[in-house]
């Protein structure tokens, strides 16, 4: 049973900083490919960045130049550092493992989501 478990959302002022952190149960990160979403109020879930062994990080044009997705294999562990937060940023973010990662045998399920992190940005 694959499990992801996000931490480090909160508060934040207006040009500030949040890493959030996603740990993975399982060896996921060899079969899937992971990604950040987000979903503020009245809005549909959004994809913010997506990542994969194999593959370079891709980013929402919102979110292009202020966030940083990375993983490390070794902790099992995806990391999206958000920094120069503005309030369109607040949402509550979800860590994901979405797709099969590129390559992967077998065609591995990969469906899987955290509980997520509510991230509050204020003026």
């Known amino acids: 049973q694959v499990q992801l478990v996000e931490s480090g959302g909160g508060s934040v002022q207006a040009g500030g900083s949040l890493k959030l952190s996603c740990a993975a149960s399982g ?3 060899s079969t899937c490919g992971m990604a950040w979403y987000r979903q503020a109020p009245g809005k549909e ?28 294999n070794v902790k099992k562990t995806l990391y999206l550092q958000m920094n120069s937060l503005n309030i369109e940023d607040t949402a509550v973010y979800y860590c994901a493992a979405d797709r099969p990662r590129p390559g992967a045998l077998g065609s591995p399920f990969c469906g899987y989501w955290g509980q997520g992190t509510q991230v509050t940005v204020s003026s």
């Open 27 to 29: 060896n996921i990160f």
């Open 45 to 72: 879930r959004e994809m913010v960045a997506t990542i994969s062994s194999v593959e370079p990080p891709i980013y929402a044009d919102s979110v292009k130049g202020r966030f940083t997705i990375s993983q490390d």
